[in-house]
């Protein structure tokens, strides 16, 4: 893996982030029907992303919402209130890519004088109650809102220099003892999780090199 010091949101790092597979399309990466045909989003994505590598400027992925908005106004404070309760120092990461495939992510920072990363969540206070009620009923990365757990697997499987993922869930509408919870993902407690996501991976950016051979040969084509 590499770390590519990058502020993040700026051109520099949508350039790293546009051609790769990031951790938010890890569930499109491993998407299929119920009879086995592949989805609309994971065809979408290895198109996306081929062209993306041939230099085509399209749509960037990244969007912007009221949630998302959300999430970049309380990031500094989750991270910061994550720092005082867990008596650790957070320190900043612009973009991590994997060393052979089109592949990485942005982590929301680096545990300093660990092997840890943090990925922060900051949802509508709907969602933490949910988030509680199912860190009640499950451990480990079964504890984690289903949508962000094959997220965290490609935080690891990317960043090899991380032996565990802290996800903390931040809601500052919520009361004191319910603004804040956090599940700590180490990578030898999910092996079996991250061997099969990282052949899907593999296979899948392979398929990613096989559209881009398609698309310039079309383009070749096309252009005689």
């Keep these: 893996m590499r770390v590519h010091d990058v502020e993040p949101r700026t051109p520099p790092w949508c350039d790293l982030r546009r051609p790769r597979v990031g951790s938010t399309d890890a569930k499109a990466v491993t998407s299929t029907r119920r009879n086995g045909a592949e989805t609309a989003a994971r065809r979408d994505l290895r198109t996306r992303i081929a062209l993306s590598r041939l230099d085509v400027q399209i749509e960037d992925p990244m969007f912007s919402n009221a949630d998302t908005e959300r999430g970049i106004r309380l990031e500094p404070i989750a991270i910061r209130y994550l720092e005082l309760s ?4 957070i320190s900043p990461v612009g973009y991590v890519s994997h060393d052979t495939l089109y592949a990485g992510v942005s982590p929301d920072g680096h545990i300093d004088g660990t092997a840890g990363a943090v990925e922060i969540k900051a949802p509508r206070p709907s969602n933490q109650v949910s988030a509680f009620r199912l860190a009640d009923a499950h451990t480990g990365l079964e504890a984690v809102p289903a949508p962000y757990r ?3 697997v490609h935080h690891l499987c990317v960043d090899t220099s991380r032996a565990y993922v802290i996800w ?3 809601c500052e509408e919520m009361p004191p003892p319910l603004q804040l919870l956090t599940h700590t993902i180490k990578r030898e407690s999910i ?6 996501y990282t052949e899907a991976l593999t296979g899948f ?10 698309l310039s040969s079309l383009i070749k084509r096309q252009s005689v």
């Design 86 to 89: 867990r008596s650790m120092r």
């Design 150 to 152: 094959m997220q965290l």
């Design 168 to 170: 903390a869930s931040f």
């Design 191 to 196: 092996p079996d999780q991250l061997s099969e």
């Design 205 to 214: 950016c392979g398929e990613v090199d096989q559209e881009i051979a398609i």
